[in-house]
């Protein structure tokens, strides 16, 4: 999507942070309750590890993630691709979590910095959205489970890891049938926003 000529990264607000937090409004990160905890936190002037209620893991990913955004792209009409099929990040092993995402160039930078910030050890499967970003290859349709099952083939995931489970954008939830039907995994729905997914999956951990 395109917003005053630059790419819509979806940073988070407040509110997606909050749902992450304990929700007890101890006080003891020094803000009265969890929600203004998570406006400090967004506004950058504390972090996640000040509060001594939040398991490491996601304290960690928050304090990785929330000095990036927001993050600025310029629209880039080209709509450069990435070609191939499949990315790891980290050490992925058998058992990391397996996601999905469009092939535009800008969304593949975007989630670099998101996942090495992060620290992260996962699969990523790149399908051919023809350079749309998520948002626009689900509204041109070209986010397909063809081509998700394309390059689950190309990349020859079944061989890369023990277990049948893909994570799509929430995006792209719609498609989340068709792409079941056509892989025979379980197709499970992820965040709108990359920068939600370290929070998602330390969350899952």
Known sequence: MVVDEH???????????LRYL??????????PTCAAFAEQLIGKTCRAADCPELGGPMAEAMDAVLPLMP??????QWMKTVEEPYRPFGDPGRDSPVLVTGNFVD????????????????????????????????????????NVYNAMNAAGMS?????????????????????????????EVGPVSGFEIPLYLAELA
Request: glycine share 8%; proline share 4%; charged share 25%.
């Open 7 to 17: 790419a819509e990264t979806y940073p988070l607000e407040a509110a997606d942070v």
């Open 22 to 31: 304990p929700g007890t409004d101890c006080g003891r990160c020094g803000a």
């Open 159 to 187: 061989r890369l890891v023990g277990h049948t489970e893909l994570l799509i954008p929430g995006l792209a939830e719609r498609f989340r049938s068709d792409v079941q039907r056509l892989t025979r995994w379980r197709v």
């Open 71 to 76: 993050r600025i792209l310029p629209y880039d």
């Open 107 to 146: 969304t593949l930078t975007v989630l670099d910095e998101i996942f090495t910030a992060a620290n992260l050890s996962l699969h990523l499967l790149i399908a051919d959205t023809h350079g749309y970003s998520v948002d626009n290859a689900v509204e041109e349709r070209w986010f397909k489970a063809g």
